[in-house]
Antibody, heavy 121, light 106 residues
């Protein structure tokens, strides 16, 4: 069965960077885009970007451009989310999610369990 | 950027009630609209895609409708396990979520 298992909680100082991992299993990793979505405490879902493991292509929300990357190691079917120059506003739970484009509308059909990231001095 | 606006922000309904949540896009998105359910402490779960198609395994009391800019999620006969926040999401241009609608049980 499809599984996305994320790394554990992180606590960072302002100005630091964070790298969250998402280990995929149960499907052909390079056949599906991987997305990153975050959720600040008590807030809604915010789309950050997506990565194509087959081509290396990326799309990201404008507000994160220049500060957010999605390195991937296809040999171990693991996607990463790296965010630099952290501020307290980056405190959130970060989710990876697989894009299913097999239907006529792309969806996020499988999600990781979420990784809490706390940014505090 | 396409903005997605949901209403209401929250609602309270009794078990067995019919619940309706609306989602409006800032420009036409055809039927590139999905709905997700998120329970407290969990990851979101896909409910409906393409505005009206039920994801496998989702109870038939959930339904979706709409196209263009206006969409609706309906829960017929609300159940206690439907306590959650519901999000619409467009994938017509980039990806955007609505701000969410919290459903509480009276």
């Amino acid at each position: 069965q499809v599984q996305l298992v994320q790394s554990g909680a992180e606590v960072k100082r302002p100005g630091a960077s964070v790298k969250v991992s998402c280990k995929a299993s149960g499907y052909t990793f390079t056949n599906y885009y991987m997305h990153w979505v975050r959720q600040a405490p008590g807030q809604g879902l915010e789309w950050m970007g997506r990565f194509n493991p087959n081509t290396g292509g990326t799309n990201s929300a404008q507000k994160f451009q220049g500060r957010f990357t999605m390195p991937t190691d296809t040999s171990i079917t693991t996607a990463y989310m790296e965010l630099i120059n952290l501020t307290p506003d980056d405190t959130a739970v970060y989710f990876c999610a697989r894009e299913d484009a097999d239907n006529y509308v792309a969806t996020l059909d499988y999600w990781g369990q979420g990784t809490p990231v706390t940014v505090s001095a | 950027d396409i903005q997605m606006t949901q209403s209401p922000t929250s609602l309270s309904a009794a078990v067995g009630d019919r619940v309706t949540i609306t989602c409006r896009a800032s420009q036409s998105i055809g039927n590139y609209l999905n709905w997700y359910q998120q329970k407290v402490g969990e990851a979101p779960k896909l409910l409906i895609y393409g505005a009206s198609t039920l994801q496998n395994g989702v109870p038939s009391r959930f339904s979706g409708s709409g196209s263009g800019t206006d969409f609706t999620l309906t829960i017929n006969s609300l159940q206690p396990e439907d306590l959650a926040t519901y999000y619409c999401q467009q994938s017509y241009i980039s990806w955007t979520f609505g701000q969410g609608t919290k459903v509480e049980i009276k």
